[in-house]
């Protein structure tokens, strides 16, 4: 199916309009690098707690000598996520992507405090509590929002922006680590500047428009068009709003509010919701989180004991990710979304292997040269994971869903992401201490085929598709498959 072949198909533009690029509309830029902040907090503590964890551990005698407290206290902000991303696509329908990123910027300032001043291990683990809600509705959000204000030819490179944020905050906490390692209070200061970026996003956040999308089907039309029109010229801006006045359409002829349980009895949507939920689930199984939470504990298994040299060595892994993503927003929207993550995949099982190669040679050899190989294995694997696998779960989610289910969707689908994620980082270091460092990066390596195979079978491409042109791949997907398609004939489609 082609984009021309798609009613109303604005996927292309026409040889009267100029060509949009990333950096085309200064103020559809701001937006996303504010909105991007999100993204920031999500990969700042995901960053931060790996290196803080170390000297956790040399101050609570209780948390060095258990592996399982040391996975709670990483693990609860994946808890608190979980819940602020079922919550948050709720939130998100309700209140608008404004007000639900100003509610997570609260709760994570309020999270960052508590850990800081956290006098024993369980009042810290509160603490991850807080900061993991703040930052499951932000995951949720932040998407969301910029996908929604961005022209469809660039939406792919401004949406992997947030994901951009989020290597861009794993690399800053990296720097912080390093800055604090010789501080008193160390991992204090680590967990409570963690707040800054938060402060700094609800600041800004108060000055930003409602999403024109969500303003437009809530009725606000004058507001919606005010933004809009800060967004396209006046001839694309015609066509948006004619898009918009057709969806609005769509919702007027629903009978009932969209229930969770209608996502899962309409074809359509099930189709939708598989392909965007198995993404998010693979992105963490094929171990990328565990690279990050860990890395510094990764390379100490490899044979470096100094936690300065864990860290220095991390900040390089970490660098290498917001490189690759950088990459990353090129190549969505130019090689589009399902090409980009097969090709990621490829190179993360290549890397994986490289990983438990190294660790399984090591652990029968005394020579450092294998914890050298261990070390590029990482790296390797952020290179090849970064551009692909990292970027286009997130932004495939962001555009997938019919406005109505956006919210739901994109809550279950970084739902299914939080417990994913919750559950490798649970049971990483728990494996590893049963099987072995290498069998384990060999299991993830496993994962990664079939995450390849789920690619290839189950994702359409996405790029330079409108919103109701990639509704339309799914209606045909229903049809082809034999199932009928009352839920989108119920919200009006005529087709």
């Given at each position: 199916?082609?984009?021309?072949?798609?009613?109303?198909?604005?996927?292309?533009?026409?040889?009267?309009?100029?060509?949009?690029?990333?950096?085309?509309?200064?103020?559809?830029?701001?937006?996303?690098?504010?909105?991007?902040?999100?993204?920031?907090?999500?990969?700042?503590?995901?960053?931060?707690?790996?290196?803080?964890?170390?000297?956790?551990?040399?101050?609570?005698?209780?948390?060095?000598?258990?592996?399982?407290?040391?996975?709670?206290?990483?693990?609860?902000?994946?808890?608190?996520?979980?819940?602020?991303?079922?919550?948050?696509?709720?939130?998100?329908?309700?209140?608008?992507?404004?007000?639900?990123?100003?509610?997570?910027?609260?709760?994570?300032?309020?999270?960052?405090?508590?850990?800081?001043?956290?006098?024993?291990?369980?009042?810290?683990?509160?603490?991850?509590?807080?900061?993991?809600?703040?930052?499951?509705?932000?995951?949720?959000?932040?998407?969301?929002?910029?996908?929604?204000?961005?022209?469809?030819?660039?939406?792919?490179?401004?949406?992997?922006?947030?994901?951009?944020?989020?290597?861009?905050?794993?690399?800053?906490?990296?720097?912080?680590?390093?800055?604090?390692?010789?501080?008193?209070?160390?991992?204090?200061?680590?967990?409570?500047?963690?707040?800054?970026?938060?402060?700094?996003?609800?600041?800004?956040?108060?000055?930003?428009?409602?999403?024109?999308?969500?303003?437009?089907?809530?009725?606000?039309?004058?507001?919606?068009?005010?933004?809009?029109?800060?967004?396209?010229?006046?001839?694309?801006?015609?066509?948006?709003?004619?898009?918009?006045?057709?969806?609005?359409?769509?919702?007027?002829?629903?009978?009932?509010?969209?229930?969770?349980?209608?996502?899962?009895?309409?074809?359509?949507?099930?189709?939708?919701?598989?392909?965007?939920?198995?993404?998010?689930?693979?992105?963490?199984?094929?171990g990328i989180n565990t690279v990050m939470y860990y890395s510094p504990t990764i390379v100490q298994m490899a044979g470096f004991s100094s936690n300065q040299l864990a860290l220095l060595l991390s900040l390089v892994v970490a660098l290498m990710n917001a490189a690759g993503t950088v990459v990353g927003i090129y190549l969505i929207d130019h090689f589009g979304r399902r090409k980009l993550a097969l090709s990621s995949l490829c190179g993360v099982i290549v890397s994986l292997a490289l990983l438990s190669a190294a660790f399984f040679l090591e652990s029968s050899s005394s020579n450092g040269f294998y914890g050298w190989i261990a070390v590029l294995g990482l790296a390797l694997y952020i290179a090849f994971f970064s551009p692909g696998m990292g970027p286009v779960p997130w932004t495939v989610n962001s555009e997938i869903y019919p406005h109505s289910y956006r919210g739901i969707c994109g809550g279950m689908s970084a739902t299914v992401n939080w417990v994913s994620n919750l559950i490798v980082a649970q049971s990483f270091l728990s494996i590893a201490d049963?099987?072995?460092?290498?069998?384990?990066?060999?299991?993830?390596?496993?994962?990664?085929?079939?995450?390849?195979?789920?690619?290839?079978?189950?994702?359409?491409?996405?790029?330079?598709?409108?919103?109701?042109?990639?509704?339309?791949?799914?209606?045909?997907?229903?049809?082809?498959?034999?199932?009928?398609?009352?839920?989108?004939?119920?919200?009006?489609?005529?087709?």
């Amino acid at each position: 199916m082609t984009i021309e072949s798609l009613p109303g198909s604005s996927g292309y533009l026409g040889a009267s309009e100029r060509k949009l690029t990333y950096f085309s509309n200064s103020y559809v830029l701001g937006l996303t690098l504010v909105a991007g902040i999100g993204g920031l907090l999500f990969g700042y503590d995901t960053g931060v707690i790996s290196g803080a964890l170390l000297y956790i551990r040399d101050e609570f005698e209780v948390v060095n000598q258990s592996s399982f407290l040391q996975e709670t206290i990483v693990s609860m902000a994946l808890v608190g996520a979980i819940i602020g991303a079922a919550a948050g696509g709720w939130v998100n329908d309700v209140y608008g992507r404004k007000k639900a990123t100003l509610l997570a910027d609260v709760v994570f300032a309020i999270g960052s405090i508590v850990m800081a001043a956290a006098p024993d291990p369980y009042v810290l683990i509160f603490g991850r509590l807080l900061v993991g809600l703040g930052i499951g509705m932000a995951s949720v959000t932040a998407p969301m929002y910029i996908a929604e204000a961005s022209p469809t030819e660039i939406r792919g490179g401004l949406v992997s922006t947030n994901v951009l944020m989020i290597t861009g905050g794993q690399f800053l906490s990296y720097l912080v680590n390093l800055a604090f390692t010789e501080v008193p209070g160390t991992w204090r200061w680590m967990l409570g500047v963690s707040g800054v970026p938060a402060a700094i996003q609800f600041s800004l956040m108060l000055f930003l428009p409602e999403s024109p999308r969500w303003l437009y089907m809530k009725k606000e039309k004058s507001q919606a068009i005010v933004v809009l029109s800060k967004i396209y010229d006046p001839y694309r801006l015609e066509e948006e709003i004619d898009q918009l006045a057709a969806a609005l359409e769509e919702e007027r002829q629903r009978k009932n509010a969209v229930r969770y349980s209608d996502v899962f009895r309409s074809e359509e949507i099930r189709l939708a919701f598989l392909a965007g939920a198995g993404l998010q689930a693979f992105q963490q199984f094929t171990g990328i989180n565990t690279v990050m939470y860990y890395s510094p504990t990764i390379v100490q298994m490899a044979g470096f004991s100094s936690n300065q040299l864990a860290l220095l060595l991390s900040l390089v892994v970490a660098l290498m990710n917001a490189a690759g993503t950088v990459v990353g927003i090129y190549l969505i929207d130019h090689f589009g979304r399902r090409k980009l993550a097969l090709s990621s995949l490829c190179g993360v099982i290549v890397s994986l292997a490289l990983l438990s190669a190294a660790f399984f040679l090591e652990s029968s050899s005394s020579n450092g040269f294998y914890g050298w190989i261990a070390v590029l294995g990482l790296a390797l694997y952020i290179a090849f994971f970064s551009p692909g696998m990292g970027p286009v779960p997130w932004t495939v989610n962001s555009e997938i869903y019919p406005h109505s289910y956006r919210g739901i969707c994109g809550g279950m689908s970084a739902t299914v992401n939080w417990v994913s994620n919750l559950i490798v980082a649970q049971s990483f270091l728990s494996i590893a201490d049963a099987v072995g460092t290498g069998a384990t990066f060999l299991i993830l390596a496993g994962i990664a085929v079939l995450a390849f195979a789920f690619v290839a079978l189950f994702v359409p491409e996405t790029k330079g598709l409108t919103f109701e042109e990639v509704e339309q791949i799914w209606r045909e997907k229903a049809r082809s498959s034999g199932y009928g398609s009352e839920a989108f004939l119920v919200a009006g489609d005529l087709s």
